[in-house]
């Protein structure tokens, strides 16, 4: 994707990491089976369910979402067509469709195989329903997030920039074996989760009576938590409104508290996708950072609206070329970026 971009370009950031993120769930979830006109639609039906998600959390009175206006008919049909989209991804491998090492795969080899029934049909739909609607957005905002905070603040961009020269020298390509020595594009990643966490705010229901903070909560309690307030919190992260990706730098621990960062939640409902979700990002920022610098375009910076997830939705930046020094000399250099249409490509190749 970004082999396309041209110095000077101003690039809708936040479509563009929604596309390579989309691009990527598609692939591990259905081998890149969907055509794009559909993955275009999924895009589109993604953004409708998550506003729609949000106000359903912070007004769960269900009546109101039953009278016919505009709003709550476009979440109906965007909700739907996901749902037709997954059924079609399922009848079409069931239908004799080559065997693929995909989690669709996984989940029909796992539902044939099992001897119980656990894993039913409606199992195998709504895991799929469920990665899609999680694995997109939030990694899609979290790179956006990266590009704009790096974008305000230079010397971490700088910093991201002096490692990934190293470690991807001659335009390699950010693979797996890199990520034991991105230890500062890490860092990037997981101060942006905790400046601007696209999940910053969950619910959980309480199992039994218990207290909080000297208030009776009754079983059955809905509770909800905040963890972008929890981030911002002072007694766990000094500073806790500058961008600092050094905090989580080896031998930094104490410019933060120990389990204070739950930007994917925390106990047995902890979201299942974080290791993936990191490994994602770094790549993806990596990739895209050794190629090109993002900077903002005159004027006042975009305001992030929370929905279910936050995080800046409409982040246009301009591109320009990298810079380095080798040997005591500047010049510019052109960072190889592999082609995406190449067959056996990655989710790595479409950023």
């Not at 034991?180 to 696209?198: F, N």
Request: aromatic share 4%; net charge positive.
């Amino acid at each position: 994707m970004s082999a396309r971009w041209r110095a000077g370009q101003e690039v809708d950031v936040s479509a563009a990491m929604m596309t390579v993120t989309a691009r990527v769930m598609s692939r591990v979830l259905f081998s890149d089976s969907l055509d794009a006109a559909t993955h275009a639609e999924v895009r589109r039906c993604l953004a409708d369910v998550v506003r729609g998600l949000f106000l359903r959390t912070i007004v769960p009175v269900d009546a109101v979402f039953r009278i016919p206006i505009p709003a709550n008919l476009r979440y109906r049909r965007s909700v739907g067509r996901l749902h037709a989209i997954v059924d079609a991804a399922v009848t079409e491998r069931r239908g004799g469709g080559a065997h693929r090492d995909d989690l669709l795969g996984t989940l029909l080899a796992a539902a044939a195989s099992d001897e119980d029934g656990a894993v039913t049909d409606r199992e195998v739909h709504d895991q799929l329903i469920t990665l899609l609607l999680t694995g997109v957005e939030t990694t899609a905002l979290c790179l956006a997030s990266a590009f704009d905070l790096l974008a305000r603040h230079p010397e971490a961009e700088r910093a991201l920039h002096a490692e990934l020269d190293t470690v991807l020298a001659d335009g390699r390509r950010p693979g797996a074996e890199h990520l034991p020595r991105l230890g500062h594009t890490r860092a990037v990643v997981t101060e942006t989760l905790r400046h601007s966490p696209p999940g910053w705010l969950f619910t959980r229901v309480t199992t039994r009576d218990t207290e909080l903070a000297g208030r009776r909560l009754p079983r059955g309690t809905t509770v909800l938590y905040s963890p972008y307030l929890l981030h911002h919190d002072p007694e766990s992260f000094p500073e806790p409104e500058r961008f600092l990706p050094e905090r989580w730098l080896p031998g930094r621990a104490a410019a933060r508290r120990e389990h204070a960062l739950v930007p994917f939640a925390a106990g047995s409902r902890k979201c299942l996708g974080d290791g993936f979700a990191m490994t994602e990002a770094v790549l993806a920022l990596a990739a895209v950072a050794a190629r090109w610098r993002l900077t903002h375009r005159p004027g006042p910076a975009p305001r992030s609206r929370p929905a279910v997830t936050l995080g800046p939705r409409a982040l246009r930046m301009t591109c320009v070329p990298r810079t380095q020094r080798r040997a005591g000399a500047a010049h510019r250099t052109t960072l190889r970026v592999p082609d995406s249409r190449r067959a056996g490509g990655n989710g790595v190749d479409d950023a």
